[in-house]
C-alpha cells in the first residue's frame, strides 16, 4: 500500500542515505583505482597546480602495474598469502567446526566457561599476543618461514570459526541428529552425514571470514617474516614500496587493488551462503 | 515383536525430578498412549525408551533384555518427532532410505522397502522432492514412512500430530490407526491431547508430576477415574467439581453445597459414610445432566442458573453457575434454554464421583 507522500519520504530516508553510504564504502576502491593508472606526472602535481585534478585522469597508464610486477616480488608475495591464508583456514575451520559442535552439542560440566573462554582468547589483541608468540616461534625455529604465520593464525581465527559454528550447530534442531541416531548412524556419522551437510553455509561463512582474515593480516606477518621472499602482499607491499619517505604511490595501489581481487572473489562467489551464515537462517 | 518392561524407571535432571517410579508394561502389538500435561514426564519416559536420555535409575527391557545402556541404534525402534525431524538435504527417497543405508541393506532391498512404505502411506508422487517442498501432512507421512520401512520391534510417537491443523489432524489419526492395525507394531505414543490418547490407545497411562496417575483402557479410565486430575484431565468438555459438605440425616447421606442439597447414591452410601460433616468433591460429568422439570423435587437434582448457552449442533453445552460452582451441561439439541434463565438439572446417580477434597483420590 502505498502512502501519499510515502515516495519522497522513502527517497529522503532511504535511498539518499544508502546512496552516501554506497558513496563513501566503495570511494576508496576508486581511489585506489584512479592511483594505479594515473601517471607519476600527474600523481606529484601539487594542488594549486592549474591542471591539478584528482578525482580523474586524462592520460591513464599501465606504467605502475607492470613495475609492480616486474621489478618486485609481488607475484611470489600473492602465492605466500594464498597458500598461507588457505592452510591457516583449513586447519580453523577443521578445528573450529569439530569445537563448536562439541560445544553446541555436549553436556559436560564446564562446557559454557569453555565456550566463554574460548571466545575471551579471541578478544586478546594481537600487538600483545604477538610478542610472546615471537619467542615460541624463535624457540621452535620456525621464523621467517610461511609455518610461522600458519600456525599462528589460528590463534584468533580457531576462536571465531568455533564461535560462529557453535551458534549455527545450535539452530539446527536436535532431532535431526536423534533421529539419525535411531535410525542406525553412530555419532560421527550423524554428523558426517546430517548436520555437516546442514550446516554447509555456516562452514562457507566460517571459511570465508577465516580466509579474508588471514589475507588481511598485518601484524604477525611483519613480525615474524622478514626476507623478501617469505612476505605476504599487505606486509611485501608497504615494506618495498615505502622507501624510507617516499611512497610509490602508483604502485601501492595497483599492489592493494590487485591484493584484494581474490578476496572480493571469494565472497561474490559464496555471498549467497556467507549472508544465510551469518544471519543463521536454515531452510528447513 | 516386542514386549517393553518399564521397571521402577526414574529420571533426575539437575535439581529436578522429571520422571518417578514409573512402572509399565507394554505387551506385543499394543498401543499405548501416555497423556499428561506439559512437563508431565512423558517425553522424557519415551525418550528413556529410545535412548536418547540416560536412566537414572530403574531399567527398561524390550523382550525381556535390559537395554538401558545400549545406544538407540541397537534397540531396533523408530520414532515419529513432533517436528517431523526430516532431514532437509535429502529427497523424501533419501530420508527413508537412510536408516536402511546406516543399516547396510543392499540397494534391491532398500528400493523395494522404500517403495513398498511409499505405496502405503501414499506418497510415492513425492518420492524425489525435499522436506521443504511438502506440506505438514505430506512431511508427516513420510517421516512416518522413515520409521515403518525399517520394520522395527517398537514405534515411539513423541506428539507427532501436535503441528499439524486441527482437520488434517483428525485425518491423519485415523490413517495412524489404520496403520497400527495394520503392521501390528508395539507403540509408544505420547501426547497432551486427550482426545488422541482415547482414541488411538488400547491403553492409557495419565502422567502427572513425572507419576503415573492412572493406566487402563480408554472407557475405564473415563468411566472410572482413580483420582480428580485424571477425572478433570480425561473428557471434553471436562468434568464438574463442586465442593461438597456430607451430612447425615437417619440413613441417607446428603451432600450439601450452597444452593445444592442431593442425596448421596446408595452404591457411594457405605464409602462415604465416614466422611460425614467434612468435605469432598462431587465430580458430575456434563453428560450426566438433563434439564428436569423444574417443579419435580427429587434427590437427584438441583437449580442452576444459565449463563451461556453453546449451540454446537449436535449437542448444546449449558455453562451455569450452581450456588458459586460452574457447571457444564451436555444436552440434547432440543433443549430451549437461555441466558440467565433458571434450570432445574438432574443427574445419574450411578455416574456421579466423590473425590476426597485433601488427598484428591476417588471415593
Known sequence: ?284 | MARVLLKQLNKKFDGTHAVKDVNLEIRDHEFVVLVGPSGCGKTTTLRMVAGLEDITSGEVSIDGRVVNNLAPMDRDIAMVFQNYALYPHMSVYQNMAFGLRMRKFDKPEIDRRVKHAAEVLGIQVLLDRRPRQLSGGQRQRVALGRAIVRNPRVFLFDEPLSNLDAGLRVQMRVELKRLHDRLETTAIYVTHDQVEAMTLGDRVVVMRDGMVQQEGAPLQLYEHPANRFVAGFIGSPAMNFIAVTIAASGDALWAEAPGLRVRVPPHKTQALRRYSGQRVILGLRPETLRPASSGASGDYAFDATVEVVEPLGSEILLDTRVGESPVVARVDPSVRASAHQRLRLAFEPERAHFFDAVAEAAI
Open chain 1, 1 to 284: 500500500m502505498m502512502i501519499e507522500g510515502a515516495r519522497w519520504k522513502k527517497w529522503l530516508w532511504f535511498y539518499l542515505p544508502l546512496g552516501a553510504f554506497i558513496l563513501a564504502l566503495l570511494f576508496p576502491f576508486y581511489w585506489m583505482i584512479v592511483t594505479t593508472v594515473r601517471p607519476d606526472g600527474e600523481l606529484y602535481r601539487p594542488w594549486n597546480h592549474p591542471l591539478y585534478s584528482p578525482f580523474w585522469t586524462s592520460h591513464p597508464t599501465f606504467e605502475h602495474v607492470k613495475d609492480l610486477l616486474q621489478e618486485t616480488l609481488f607475484n611470489t608475495w600473492m602465492l605466500n598469502t594464498m597458500f598461507i591464508a588457505l592452510a591457516a583456514t583449513l586447519i580453523s575451520l577443521v578445528c573450529g567446526v569439530i569445537a563448536g559442535y562439541a560445544l553446541a552439542r555436549l553436556t559436560f560440566r564446564w562446557a559454557g566457561i569453555l565456550g566463554t573462554a574460548i571466545f575471551v582468547t579471541y578478544l586478546v589483541p594481537q600487538t600483545l599476543l604477538f610478542i610472546p608468540l615471537a619467542e615460541i616461534i624463535r624457540d621452535y625455529r620456525i621464523g621467517d618461514t610461511p609455518w610461522a604465520l600458519i600456525l599462528t593464525y589460528p590463534t584468533f581465527l580457531i576462536p571465531f570459526c568455533t564461535w560462529l559454528m557453535m551458534g549455527y550447530f545450535k539452530a539446527i534442531p536436535k532431532e535431526l541428529e536423534e533421529c539419525a541416531r535411531i535410525d542406525g548412524a553412530a555419532r560421527w556419522q550423524a554428523m558426517l552425514y546430517i548436520i555437516f551437510p546442514i550446516a554447509v553455509p555456516g562452514i562457507l561463512s566460517a571459511g570465508i571470514f577465516a580466509f579474508t582474515l588471514s589475507w588481511n593480516e598485518f601484524i604477525y606477518a611483519l613480525v615474524f617474516l622478514s626476507s623478501p621472499e617469505q612476505k605476504t602482499v599487505p606486509v611485501g607491499v608497504t615494506s618495498e614500496l615505502i622507501r624510507g619517505d617516499v611512497f610509490f604511490w602508483g604502485s601501492l595501489m595497483a599492489g592493494a587493488l590487485i591484493g584484494s581481487i581474490p578476496v572480493a572473489i571469494v565472497y561474490s562467489f559464496f555471498v549467497e551462503h556467507y549472508v544465510a551464515g551469518v544471519t543463521g537462517s536454515i531452510k528447513g
